[in-house]
């Protein structure tokens, strides 16, 4: 059975991937074909988490082993973990751990159970926008960014020819608390 999967964004609105992949693949290879899809890069921490209907996490599925799992945990890696094991019936979520240090992560619900066209290969169906930055830039980039990118001198921001009735108070609506 292939199963549809619709992977998405909260940081980038326009952002949809629509994957096809077999219920018997592993979850190692639905996580090689986020990265390829994204151009990211491999990392160590990734991991998907079995969501219920409100998208609180039930179980993992980790990249490597975790030391800080708890011992009544159970430990499930993406290279011995069949996705059809924990996902089989349509409107099932998850969610994609893909920049652990920062904790931000895709969503993705089961679509579509496909019968009787079976599936060799993960595949990107449809995709939509462009996949957020790998990593958030810290502020001092931004800055730096910022500041290469203008044309800003030791006079940018005052004035002296500031004339006050130039400004219409009314035309703010800044109330007095």
């Known amino acids: 059975m292939t199963q549809?999967?619709?992977?998405?964004?909260?940081?980038?609105?326009?952002?949809?991937l629509e994957i096809k992949i077999d219920a018997d693949s592993r979850f190692i290879?639905?996580?090689?074909?986020?990265?390829?899809?994204?151009?990211?890069?491999?990392g160590n921490q990734h991991c998907f988490m079995i969501c219920d209907e409100d998208w609180r996490v039930q179980e993992r599925i980790m990249l490597h082993e975790d030391r800080s799992l708890r011992s009544d945990e159970d430990l499930n890696l993406m290279d011995s973990s069949v996705i059809g094991d924990f996902l089989e019936e349509e409107g099932q979520r998850l969610a994609y751990l893909f920049d652990p240090e920062?904790?931000?992560?895709?969503?993705?619900?089961?679509t579509e159970n496909i019968f009787g066209q079976p599936q060799k290969e993960p595949t990107i169906?449809?995709?939509?926008?462009?996949?957020?930055?790998?990593?958030?830039?810290t502020p001092a980039e931004e800055t730096k960014t910022t500041t290469e990118n203008t044309d800003m001198d030791e006079n940018f921001y005052g004035n002296e020819d500031f004339e006050e009735e130039d400004i219409d108070l009314e035309g703010f609506e800044i109330g007095e608390e």
């Open 102 to 110: 920062n904790k931000r992560y895709f969503l993705m619900e089961l």
């Open 4 to 16: 549809k999967y619709t992977l998405f964004s909260q940081e980038v609105e326009d952002f949809v």
């Open 125 to 137: 169906s449809r995709r939509h926008g462009q996949a957020p930055a790998l990593h958030l830039e």
């Open 29 to 42: 290879d639905l996580h090689n074909l986020i990265l390829q899809a994204c151009h990211y890069t491999e």
